[in-house]
Nanobody
């Protein structure tokens, strides 16, 4: 199972950025998919997640400027961030929960992250 994020880079404050995450490989079932971020020198924190039925939960800090969408046909999840500010500078990670076979227990799979740097 491979989880790969893309879309990070340098962006000016006030702009909008869209990150994408794709899951590939053999999975029997994919459950929750979510976005996390880790600002420099801080702990990793939840941005938001979506269930297999696309019920979306946002962290309180992410309710106003963050939008998560999921495409079950493509096994992708996206994160759009509007009105970017310097505090959004972070490594953004995608986490996928699911089952690799009908006989296995649940497992979490993480991508390596994509770096977002917001400049003034």
């Amino acid at each position: 199972v491979h989880v790969v994020e893309s879309g990070g880079g340098f962006v000016q404050a006030g702009g909008t950025l869209r990150l994408s995450c794709r899951v590939s490989g053999d999975m029997f079932a994919i459950g929750d998919m979510g976005w996390y971020r880790q600002p420099p020198g801080k702990e990793r924190e939840l941005v938001g997640s979506t269930t297999a039925r696309s019920y979306i939960h946002y962290a309180d800090s992410a309710k106003s400027r963050f939008t998560i969408t999921r495409d079950n046909d493509e096994n992708t999840i996206s994160l759009e961030i509007s009105s970017l500010n310097i505090e959004d500078t972070a490594q953004y990670y995608c986490k996928v929960s699911g089952f690799v076979s009908e006989f296995s227990g649940p497992a979490d799979f993480w991508g390596k992250g994509t770096l977002v740097i917001v400049s003034t």
